[in-house]
């Protein structure tokens, strides 16, 4: 459902998409959020599938940085 519920918003148009990918880096995650939410794994997803080089970079440097959260890596 959360899935899907993202893949509309990011679908809609590159804009958006970025508009979004941007409000979503200004939060400050913590890995209980990403954990709950489940959004590293959407936002790898979304990440992989666009056509957008920005949108595809922007999300793989969120990747990265949220990945650093994770205790031994």
């Known amino acids: 459902m959360l899935w899907s519920s993202f893949r ?3 679908s809609q ?3 958006s998409a970025l508009k979004y990918l941007r409000r979503l ?3 400050e995650m913590t890995l209980e ?3 709950k939410t ?5 936002i ?6 666009s056509e ?3 949108v595809a970079t922007l999300g793989k440097n969120m990747i990265k940085q ?3 959260l994770v205790p031994g890596r």
């Not at 790898?44 to 599938?49: G, L, P, V, Y």
């Open 38 to 42: 489940g959004v590293g794994i959407i």
């Open 44 to 49: 790898n997803k979304i990440r992989k599938e």
């Open 25 to 27: 880096r200004s939060i």
């Open 8 to 10: 509309n918003v990011f």
């Open 52 to 54: 957008d080089p920005e």
């Open 13 to 15: 148009d590159d804009e």
């Open 66 to 68: 949220w990945k650093k």
């Open 33 to 35: 959020i990403l954990t």
